[in-house]
């Protein structure tokens, strides 16, 4: 396989008896690209990201994660992904340094790693003075751009989004994708789903599924020149409209 | 390993920093032993009673007296007619009373035989019962004494003897039903609630990413509560010998060894519905309503399991703490060996073998 790849996927499905929540799906993401996976909600983005974060084991087809195969490696896919979901994933009731001593304790970081990764992100952040307090004090904008970072601890060569965003005010979300942009500029390949469709235009890629299956894969530009609209909110507009299964 | 620790350091966290599950883990046992200890007791003492006393007599007196010596009982009314009867019991103020003939000392010693009445309130009728058996013994003493001298035609002495529990102090029974429930407290909703949680709040999805294995982080999330019980083992076990007065006639070995084995057993219950709860309040419901209340009602340790029907009894063999009552009984009450406890042993690491291997196929299945 080529070496630039970070994710492929051929006729990946998924079935839940007999319904088929993602339907052969086949893409490729490549190395240090920010590839958008849009779709209504029941579309079955979260689904197909589920077997490619190793929680859910394909129907059929295959796919790659890292160049580790979902059905055998998945333990080798874990330590090369991060994954951030939209229910906000620190604790609450374990401070700043804690959350991060931990994270980074099971992926089996050294102290050492542990503690200089920890004052980076806190310089990143400007939380040094909060170190020390719960994360429950902190606010909802700053708890996502630390989530983000957390899930980046460990240096994955893939991170998973799933509408980090949701929630957060409009200057914290731009912040939040300067974060983004930095990480794919060293490398990091992030797959990120979204319903924000100003948030679609900032990636390098977009896929968009309706009732299983992709409709539509390009970047942005391509998109919004093959269905004749200057928004991509309107390209998602005329997919979404065919879909005939309902959202959940 | 270094990843596990990291797991449990984090796990006493979430312990330590929420005073309510602080306040179950160390304060529960300590507030269930005093309670049951000193509150919650079926023992009578200085029960009020009334007494009405027609005869008002050298006899009479007498027995009076030695009723109100007695512990059991306080005289808190004395009446002067048959109709201030009911209304002493109406106004809750008594629950027996005590009534004695016009001429009693003149019908006892003329007559050689004389009759009292003893009136219960029965609306309870275990503290009713009680209560005439207690005053029926007062007035047996009475008449034995006064009969001393002289020689009944026949006599039937019977001998008592209350084994293990000479002085058939409540707090006999209620140790091991206590010691049963609030590890079924801690181990089995603490466990459950706290992986739960996790799903709740969603950081299980990011746990179940990172490379550490699901078996793993359940195991890891299941040791504080493990150490949490044992120091509530202890604790139980120091109030009881020291404040209640209740000895450890066996082996504390082999006592702290099978609450060991029911701490494990009621940890593996706490997996099975942390598999099957998708919250916290489900989570709970389900430990209270196929845990606790089976505990309590079939453990026979308030109602003795032998006295109910064929189906409840059949029922009571399902609920662990009642294999763990039993030996606690007989380890920590009787004084009784290994040999005397096998079955329930047995019984116990079956059930252990059981719920861990249903826990553990459900977790797979979820995680499927």
Redesign the interface.
């Known amino acids: 396989m080529n070496n630039d790849t970070a994710i492929r996927t051929h006729d990946l499905t998924k079935r839940f008896g007999g319904f088929i929540a993602v339907n052969k799906i086949s893409f490729d993401v490549k190395k240090g690209e920010i590839f958008g996976f849009l779709g209504a909600n029941g579309a079955g983005k979260t689904t197909a990201m589920r077997m490619l974060?190793?929680?859910?084991?394909p129907s059929d087809g295959m796919a790659t994660v890292a160049g580790f195969d979902v059905y055998k490696e998945n333990?080798k896919i874990?330590?090369s992904?991060g994954?951030?979901?939209?229910?906000?994933?620190?604790?609450?009731?374990?401070t700043v340094k804690?959350n991060m001593?931990?994270?980074g304790?099971?992926?089996?970081k050294s102290n050492q790693f542990i503690k200089e990764k920890t004052k980076l992100i806190l310089d990143q952040l400007q939380l040094k003075n909060e170190a020390n307090l719960?994360v429950k004090s902190l606010p909802l904008g700053w708890k996502q751009k630390l989530a983000f970072s957390v899930?980046m601890f460990h240096e994955p060569e893939i991170i998973?989004l799933d509408e980090p965003t949701g929630g957060v005010d409009p200057v914290t979300r731009r912040e939040f994708w300067t974060m983004i942009y930095k990480a794919a500029a060293t490398g990091t390949t992030v797959f990120v789903t979204t319903h924000y469709m100003d948030e679609a235009e900032y990636c390098d890629r977009v896929s968009i599924m309706v009732d299983g299956r992709i409709e539509a894969l390009d970047t942005p530009a391509a998109l919004k020149k093959n269905y004749n609209t200057n928004s991509m909110d309107d390209v998602f507009l005329q997919l979404a409209r065919k879909a005939t299964r309902k959202s959940d | 390993m270094?990843?596990f620790?990291?797991?449990i350091?984090?796990e006493f966290?979430?312990i330590f920093?929420?005073k309510r599950t602080m306040f179950i883990l160390l304060g529960m046992p300590i507030v269930q032993i005093i309670i049951f200890g000193f509150a919650l007791t079926n023992e009578v003492k200085n029960a009020k009673i009334g007494v009405l006393d027609f005869a008002k007599d050298a006899a009479s007196t007498s027995l009076i007296t030695e009723i109100q010596a007695s512990r059991y009982f306080d005289i808190a009314q004395t009446l002067s007619s048959q109709k201030e009867i009911e209304p002493v019991f109406q106004k809750g103020n008594v629950k027996l009373v005590i009534v004695l003939p016009a001429n009693f000392n003149a019908e006892l010693t003329h007559l050689h035989t004389a009759k009292i009445q003893i009136i219960a309130d029965a609306t309870d009728p275990n503290i009713a019962n009680q209560l005439t058996n207690y005053a029926s013994a007062i007035i047996r003493d009475y008449q034995q004494r006064i009969t001393e001298n002289q020689q009944l035609p026949y006599t039937i002495q019977t001998q008592v003897r209350m084994l293990y529990n000479p002085q058939m102090k409540g707090a006999y029974n209620f140790v091991p039903g206590v010691m049963a429930m609030v590890l079924l407290l801690v181990c089995t909703m603490m466990t459950a609630i706290t992986i739960v949680r996790e799903k709740e709040?969603?950081?299980m999805?990011?746990?179940?990413?990172?490379?550490?294995r699901p078996f793993r982080i359940i195991v890891a999330k299941a040791i504080p509560y493990l150490l949490l019980s044992t120091i509530n083992i202890a604790s139980i076990l120091l109030l009881s010998v020291f404040v209640l007065g209740v000895p450890i006639n066996g082996s504390i070995w082999l006592l702290l060894g099978v609450s060991m084995l029911f701490i494990l057993v009621s940890l593996s219950l706490g997996l099975l519905i942390s598999a099957s709860a998708d919250t916290q309040q489900t989570a709970m419901f389900i430990a209270l309503v196929a845990l606790f209340l089976p505990t309590v009602m079939l453990s026979g340790f308030m109602f003795p399991v032998a006295n109910m029907p064929v189906v409840l009894r059949v029922l009571s063999n399902v609920v662990p703490a009642k294999w763990y009552y039993n030996i606690v009984n007989a380890v920590m009450i009787k004084g009784l060996g290994v040999q005397a406890i096998w079955k329930e042993l047995l019984i116990l690491s079956g059930m252990l073998i059981f719920f861990l291997g249903l826990a553990i196929q459900k977790f797979k299945i979820r995680?499927?």
């Open positions: 974060c190793g929680l859910s084991i333990e874990k330590k992904i994954y951030m979901s939209q229910q906000f994933s620190l604790y609450d009731d374990l804690e001593r931990f994270y304790g099971i992926y089996g719960l899930a998973f | 270094k990843q620790f990291v797991f350091k984090k966290y979430h920093r929420d709040l969603g950081t999805e990011i746990l179940l990413v990172s490379p550490a995680l499927a």
